[in-house]
């Protein structure tokens, strides 16, 4: 190899590098829903729900990712944010699936959103429906 194409390919892998680390770490995680089709959902939300455990809150980001709805739910309790890219529209209701590791096992969860005014209604479904938790979602300040 000559010391020009060393060169070009020291300089092509650079420049995938920094284009990987300048865009946002979960900009790959989208799913295949045009965000044209989830409009009324796109923004940061807040749902707090009350468990066996007590009250939490859970962040959740809806985002336009270059024409796709991007997602992640999470909080600090659960740790941190999860990306969800299994996201469908059914008439009004916006749907996320996705899994849930706790401590080594995968628990199904299941989101779906209807819009209500400025809030969403909200329902949480875990381990194949056992668990069912309705809430409103509002917007994150």
Do not use: C, H
């Amino acid at each position: 190899m000559t010391i020009l194409a060393t060169v070009r390919r020291r300089l092509a892998i650079a420049a995938a590098l920094v284009a990987l680390l300048a865009s946002p770490s979960w900009a790959s995680a989208q799913s295949e829903l045009d965000s044209s089709q989830a409009q009324p959902f796109l923004g940061n939300w807040v749902m707090t729900l009350d468990t066996d455990f007590g009250v939490m809150d859970l962040d959740l980001q809806i985002e336009d990712m270059m024409g796709k709805v991007g997602a992640r739910i999470g909080s600090p309790d659960l740790g941190g944010m999860q990306e969800i890219t299994n996201i469908s529209r059914a008439e009004e209701t916006l749907v996320m699936s996705y899994d849930l590791d706790m401590e080594g096992q995968l628990i199904d969860v299941r989101v779906t959103l209807v819009p209500d005014g400025a809030n969403l209604n909200a329902t949480v479904e875990a381990a194949a429906g056992q668990v069912v938790m309705s809430t409103t979602a509002t917007p994150a300040t």
